[in-house]
């Protein structure tokens, strides 16, 4: 088995070949899936969100490293299920009803679940009651809200209303982003948080749960 070393290296350079390959390789040699994502994987894109508030990245190596770091997470996820590892949360990520952007939300999940969250990807033009669902139905414990237009805005504040209604508010943490999307915002709508970047939302959601 070469350095693993390497794994943490193709992870943060974005070079998804190498990091598949090293990540099979570690589990041909039976090595432990948590502590490959421990100690390697998640401290790779910790580096890469390190950098990218730096301006030494920008977005497109934000993804490529998310690719990277998804080909490797795709490897060895068989053998962390069955050693029972948990995720460190639940994140029902959608952009919010009438909105049919995706970039921002699918860059935002990649960086999550690179981060070590379990991602239930709702998709786009996501209702109110599909969120209501993954809390209830799926365990999620973070809903993420995305809206590129300001005409699409609103569909947060009803999402966050109609979790209240339903009576689960208290069960899940709300954040936001989107080009539009300010702090003022997202404490007029009662939202937990908000983030106006992809790696600023891996923070804020390990803080919103006390990660």
């Given amino acids: 088995m070469e350095d693993l070393k390497k794994l943490y290296d193709a992870i943060v350079d974005g070079d998804a070949r190498t990091s598949k390959a090293l990540a099979t390789q570690a589990m041909e ?14 401290p790779a894109m910790n580096e ?5 508030e730096t301006n030494e990245y920008f977005v497109p190596e934000l993804l490529i ?39 921002g939300k699918n860059l935002v999940a990649a960086m999550l679940e690179g981060g070590g969250f379990e991602i239930i990807d709702l998709g786009v033009d996501v209702s109110p009651e ?24 609103p569909s947060m504040k009803t999402t966050i209303e109609q979790l209240q209604e ?15 999307v300010t702090q003022k915002y997202a404490d007029e709508i009662g939202a937990d948080g908000y983030s106006d970047n992809a790696s600023g939302a891996v923070t804020l959601a390990r803080k919103l749960i006390g990660a």
């Fill in 166 to 180: 339903a009576g689960i508010r208290d069960q899940v943490k709300v954040m936001i982003g989107g080009a539009p």
């Fill in 65 to 103: 490293a998310a690719r990277a770091m998804k080909q490797a997470l795709e490897i060895i996820k068989p053998a962390l299920v069955a050693t029972g590892a948990e995720p460190i949360g639940k994140v029902a990520i959608g952009t919010v009803k009438g909105d049919l952007h995706d970039i």
């Fill in 29 to 42: 040699a039976r090595l432990d899936p948590k502590k490959l994502l421990d100690e390697y994987m998640i």
């Fill in 130 to 153: 599909k969120f209501i669902g993954a809390v209830k139905e799926k365990g999620a414990n973070i809903v993420a809200l995305s809206a590129l237009l300001t005409t699409t805005m």
């Fill in 48 to 52: 890469v969100g390190r950098r990218f």
